[in-house]
């Protein structure tokens, strides 16, 4: 069957644009430019000044486009009527904006998959593969049920990481104000009692004193000193040397190191499941899973596995000979490999990975909270032991 007439089937013939298109071409009516984006938003056509700006289109509107789509598609509806069904029950501006390209697109005769990848901050690339592997396979709706389980683990995993991140990360806030208000309003009082017996007070009462006076009179240049710093860091991190540093400190650290390790490896097992069992060619699957990897060195393993892939050898050999793959999840791909079973196997030690991860989180969230709370308390302690040596040492004070 022709290409055109397939296309024809599955999206509707050209000849079917609604009629504002007609009228678009038509001699004196106003010029129609197409839908752009820009950055992570979509960008409205021009001459809607007046209308809202786009909202950013985030992870779970994507999952609610597939999993809309997948359910619509399935039940037999052809696919622009289902993108247009979905663009008027939306509200969100910058998904409808995304979805009106699309749909204008497809009516046009460009396929799906094309249409997508116009888009690429909004649709990655491994939504793009599946659909263009759907096209050629004609299981769309199988294969949009696929993305929405992928984005949906994957949306799982980042929020129990981000949870046993932003607990500590609160608790380090909030020990630093203390702090600095005890530094800036506790400790000028003692300052004036202190004042002209520095000579006899103890070394951290000394030091907190000198803190207190350098906040408060210098605050701009402190100020100063730590916009200075954060945006060097951030600029830093920001370069590939940065972000280098910054994806080996992740897996490198004590507690949250292990739980980004297993984020990462399910998020690659996940996804070569799910490349090797939409028909995606390996050393495509593989290209894509370095990209979604989200950290170098995993990238680099995968990326190193394609080149060793295109010269015969098979994936369990160069998993083995990486330091942060288990040896048990090389095991287990090889058996994959002999049996045939290699989807079924990842799709397992994508599973086992992310149990793994969320008792890791429960361990580590135990762990981290007395942790935080002893840190405070000593931190906190020791400020008021050292605004109350002097009280302890006060006859050698009046004598003075």
């Not at 995606?280 to 370095?290: F, K, P, R, S």
């Amino acid at each position: 069957m022709p290409l055109t007439e397939v296309t024809e089937r599955r999206y509707g013939r050209t000849g079917d644009a609604p009629a504002s298109q007609d009228a678009a071409r038509r001699p004196g009516a106003p010029e129609m430019k197409p839908i752009g984006r820009q950055g992570g938003h979509a960008v409205a056509p021009a001459g809607a000044g007046s209308s809202p700006r786009p909202k950013k289109i985030k992870r779970d509107d994507i999952i609610f486009l597939a999993n809309q789509l997948a359910v619509m598609v399935d039940t037999g509806v052809p696919l622009t009527e289902a993108l247009d069904s979905i663009n008027e029950q939306t509200e969100h501006t910058g998904l409808k904006a995304v979805i009106s390209d699309v749909s204008v697109q497809v009516r046009a005769g460009v396929e799906f998959s094309a249409a997508l990848a116009r888009h690429p901050r909004v649709f990655s690339k491994l939504f793009v593969s599946l659909m263009r592997a759907s096209e050629v396979s004609g299981t769309m709706g199988k294969m949009l049920r696929r993305v929405t389980q992928y984005l949906k683990a994957e949306r799982d995993i980042r929020k129990q990481i981000k949870g046993a991140i932003i607990y500590p990360a609160c608790m380090l806030c909030f020990c630093t104000l203390v702090v600095a208000m005890i530094l800036i309003f506790v400790m000028p009082r003692f300052e004036k009692v202190y004042a002209g017996k520095a000579a006899v007070l103890p070394a951290p009462t000394r030091v907190l004193l000198a803190m207190s006076h350098g906040l408060v009179h210098y605050w701009y240049a402190v100020l100063g000193v730590i916009l200075a710093v954060g945006a060097a860091i951030y600029w830093y991190f920001r370069t590939e040397s940065g972000k280098t540093l910054l994806d080996k400190v992740r897996i490198s650290l004590p507690i949250i190191g292990p739980m980004y390790r297993k984020s990462y490896l399910a998020r690659s097992m996940r996804t070569m499941a799910t490349m090797v069992g939409s028909g995606v060619g390996m050393l495509d699957g593989l290209a894509i899973t370095a990209e979604v990897a989200g950290n170098r060195f995993y990238s680099q393993i995968w990326t190193n596995l394609a080149d060793r892939v295109s010269e015969g050898s098979g994936l369990a050999e160069h998993l083995r000979a990486s330091r942060i793959i288990p040896n048990t999840v090389a095991q287990m791909v090889s058996t994959g490999e002999r049996t045939g079973k290699l989807e079924l196997v990842m799709d397992r030690v994508a599973e086992f990975c992310e149990d793994d991860l969320k008792t890791s989180i429960k361990s580590a969230t135990s762990l981290i909270e007395p942790a935080m709370i002893i840190v405070m308390g000593v931190v906190i302690g020791g400020i008021a032991m050292a605004l109350l040596l002097p009280v302890f040492n006060v006859s050698k004070i009046m004598v003075r």
